[in-house]
């Protein structure tokens, strides 16, 4: 078993700290969509600490009669301007410029700096962050180092899924695993997440995730750990019990 090894450098993360975009890029390089690696990159960064996302109750303008829940962003106990970070990382942490963000504001500025055009995230920073791990040929293909490195991931994510329960009983065994896994754990089950959640004295030993009551409260690490899913062409979020637009007339933005 491979243990995560807490580095100095980005480039040495190589086999043990594959991040949720990247990963996400390596089930399929052709097919895989820059919106979904934003939402992974961007959780990634929330459960190791980089960045906390919560909601709460504010006057959407200054005609508002009542106030509505909205979720903010802002850099998280973990954040270290010096730090070490992919590419993608540091862009994201980049749009940081002010205390908060609502999630609007990161869409817009995301925009902004993307040149509008989505997809410079998955080809110009996630894809370049693979490159330095030498686990693409190019854009379309893996290495067989990306191909293993695939493998190592999913068989763990599998694995926890299934024994779940037996694992939840070895705690030894469960924590080793799931350092292996690090903030790809939110590619875990639904199911598996809520077991795990019940066991807080585990995650809280675990060095790469970022236990917070205000995050948890909001359940971004479990159950709502899918909340960045439902941009539809990286516009306002729908179906939620959070409202996630901004505080135009009508509450249209």
């Known amino acids: 078993m491979i243990k995560l090894r807490l580095v100095n450098s980005y480039a040495q993360f190589v086999k043990t700290n594959i991040k949720p975009q990247e990963y996400y890029y390596l089930q399929s ?7 979904e690696m934003l939402k992974y990159a961007l959780q990634g960064l929330s459960i ?5 996302i919560y909601s709460k109750l504010i006057f959407i303008n200054k005609n508002a009669k009542h106030k ?9 106990p973990k954040y270290n301007l010096h730090g070490s970070y992919s590419k993608s990382e540091s862009f994201l942490l980049s749009l940081f410029d ?11 500025r995301l925009l902004k700096k993307l040149d509008e055009k989505i997809d410079k995230f998955k080809t ?11 686990l693409c040929k190019n854009k379309f293909f893996l290495t067989e ?12 994510i599998d694995q926890i899924n299934e024994k779940i329960d037996s694992l939840v009983l070895n705690e030894n065994e469960l924590k080793t695993l799931l350092e292996d896994l ?30 917070s009551s205000e995050n948890l409260g909001d359940s971004f690490y479990f159950s709502g750990i899918d909340s960045f899913a439902s941009f539809d062409s990286f516009g306002d979020v729908g179906g939620s019990d959070f409202d996630f637009g901004g505080g135009g007339s009508g509450d249209s933005w």
């Open 29 to 35: 390089p052709l097919r895989s969509d820059a919106i």
């Open 48 to 52: 190791t600490g980089h960045i906390v």
């Open 68 to 76: 509505r829940r909205r979720i903010f962003a802002k850099l998280g």
């Open 98 to 108: 002010k205390p908060e963000l609502r999630l609007y504001e990161i869409r817009n």
């Open 124 to 134: 110009d920073y996630v894809y370049n962050d693979i490159k330095e791990f030498e």
């Open 145 to 156: 180092k990306g191909r293993e490195e695939k493998k190592h991931i999913g068989l763990i």
């Open 182 to 211: 690090g903030s790809n754990l939110i590619f875990l089950e639904e199911e598996t997440l809520s077991k795990l959640k019940q066991n807080i004295p585990l995650l809280t030993e675990l060095s790469f995730l970022e236990i």
